[in-house]
């Protein structure tokens, strides 16, 4: 092939990848590099704003928030419940809570909301449904039954499905045997009228939140959150932009985005906001939750802390840890390590959510 002058050769052309690193490398325009708390307080409240944005929070409109109670299971150590709660119209959230056996009339309990990640199944593996198809299997690969953990250490959990997975997967995924979730198909249909499928997600969790602090079972003061894989993807944006969730885990999810979403570009579709990175990385997300308590849980071996690992963690981590210090809270950040890959661990997760929730 012959070029004109001044055209490069066939080494001289960039590959779609190299070009997007190009325009990552000039992004992250809200990066976190304040050093006061007053600083961090005006620079979380700009962030925040335009977080939501990008979401496309402006999309939503209120509406009556029904609430449907459709069955009940006695269970060992607690009561599982199922609803149905509306978030817009025409939209309905369907969540299992999980109520401790041990809860006295009149007594409100701290709360946690248990996002489910990309299993076989959705919120039945969260709440160890057990007699549902495939939840034995997610929870002995992924242990992903923490909604239940939470509810026998005290708490009460809530166990939702993300909108594209479970009940709400779309139509065709619903037909057949096989389960998939649906989030590329949310993104296609959402990203044209400004939304995207994680936003959609962490509203209905902000409508979520709204139910718990009417419930009279629940201390609306101590609500926490937390998630595997794509459930901390979801608590993670969460905590980010609702300030009444007051201690967080993200799970499986917590790592650079160039490594992990823009080289390995192969993941779910609902990891992929529009303009994200061109704003934020994830340790800036994470800063947006500073000074409230947020545990990092990193399994060694898993495949999506990206080419250079643990690294590509921990250098999002010293990001994050500056909002913190810069608040004066250093301690309310942790991070915990586990030798496996990709799944719950939790060992440092729970004696974390005590002491601080």
């Given at each position: 092939m012959v070029f004109n002058?001044?055209?490069?050769?066939?080494?001289?052309f960039l590959t779609s990848l190299e070009q997007m690193k190009l325009v990552f490398s000039k992004g992250c325009r809200q990066r976190f590099t304040k050093t006061t708390n007053a600083e961090l307080i005006e620079w979380q409240?700009?962030?925040?704003?335009?977080?939501?944005?990008?979401?496309?929070?402006?999309?939503?409109?209120?509406?009556?928030?029904?609430?449907?109670?459709?069955?009940?299971?006695?269970?060992?150590?607690?009561?599982?419940?199922?609803?149905?709660?509306q978030t817009e119209e025409h939209v309905?959230?369907?969540?299992?809570?999980?109520?401790?056996?041990?809860?006295?009339?009149?007594e409100k309990r701290p709360s946690v909301i248990c996002p489910q990640g990309h299993f076989a199944r959705a919120k039945e593996s969260v709440a160890a449904v057990r007699h549902e198809e495939n939840v034995e299997k997610d929870?002995?690969?992924?242990?992903?039954?923490?909604?239940?953990?939470?509810?026998?250490?005290?708490?009460?959990?809530?166990?939702?499905?993300?909108?594209?997975?479970?009940?709400?997967?779309?139509?065709?995924?619903?037909?057949?045997?096989?389960w998939k979730c649906t989030c590329a198909n949310?993104?296609?249909?959402?990203?044209?009228?400004?939304?995207?499928?994680?936003?959609?997600?962490?509203w209905?969790?902000?409508?979520?939140?709204?139910?718990?602090?009417?419930?009279?079972?629940?201390?609306?003061?101590?609500?926490?959150?937390?998630?595997?894989?794509?459930?901390?993807?979801?608590?993670?944006?969460?905590?980010?932009?609702?300030?009444?969730?007051?201690?967080?885990?993200?799970?499986?999810?917590?790592?650079?985005?160039?490594?992990?979403?823009?080289?390995?570009?192969?993941?779910?579709?609902?990891?992929?906001?529009?303009?994200?990175?061109?704003?934020f990385d994830m340790c800036d997300i994470a800063a947006l939750i500073a000074p409230r308590p947020l545990i990092v849980e990193t399994g060694l071996r898993d495949d999506l802390n990206g080419r250079s690992g643990l690294e590509n963690v921990t250098s999002q981590l010293a990001v994050t840890q500056k909002a913190y210090d810069a608040a004066m809270q250093g301690d309310n950040l942790a991070h915990t390590t586990f030798d496996a890959g990709h799944k719950w661990d939790g060992t440092d997760v729970y004696p974390f959510f005590k002491k601080h929730l």
């Open positions: 002058e001044g055209i490069p050769n066939d080494n001289g409240q700009e962030s925040r704003k335009l977080l939501k944005d990008l979401l496309g929070f402006k999309t939503f409109e209120p509406c009556d928030n029904k609430l449907f109670e459709l069955e009940t299971e006695n269970c060992d150590g607690y009561t599982r419940i199922k609803y149905v709660l309905y959230l369907p969540f299992f809570a999980l109520i401790p056996a041990d809860i006295k009339p009149g929870m002995r690969e992924f242990h992903t039954h923490h909604g239940e953990d939470f509810a026998k250490l005290g708490y009460i959990a809530f166990c939702p499905d993300a909108r594209g997975f479970g009940e709400r997967a779309e139509k065709a995924a619903q037909e057949g045997d096989k949310l993104n296609r249909m959402g990203i044209p009228l400004g939304r995207c499928a994680v936003g959609m997600s962490v209905d969790l902000v409508k979520l939140c709204d139910y718990i602090e009417t419930r009279p079972d629940c201390d609306p003061d101590r609500i926490g959150c937390g998630g595997l894989s794509g459930g901390g993807m979801q608590t993670l944006y969460f905590a980010a932009v609702d300030t009444r969730i007051k201690c967080a885990c993200t799970s499986g999810y917590f790592y650079g985005a160039l490594e992990s979403l823009l080289e390995m570009n192969v993941n779910c579709d609902c990891n992929y906001i529009p303009g994200m990175w061109t704003h």
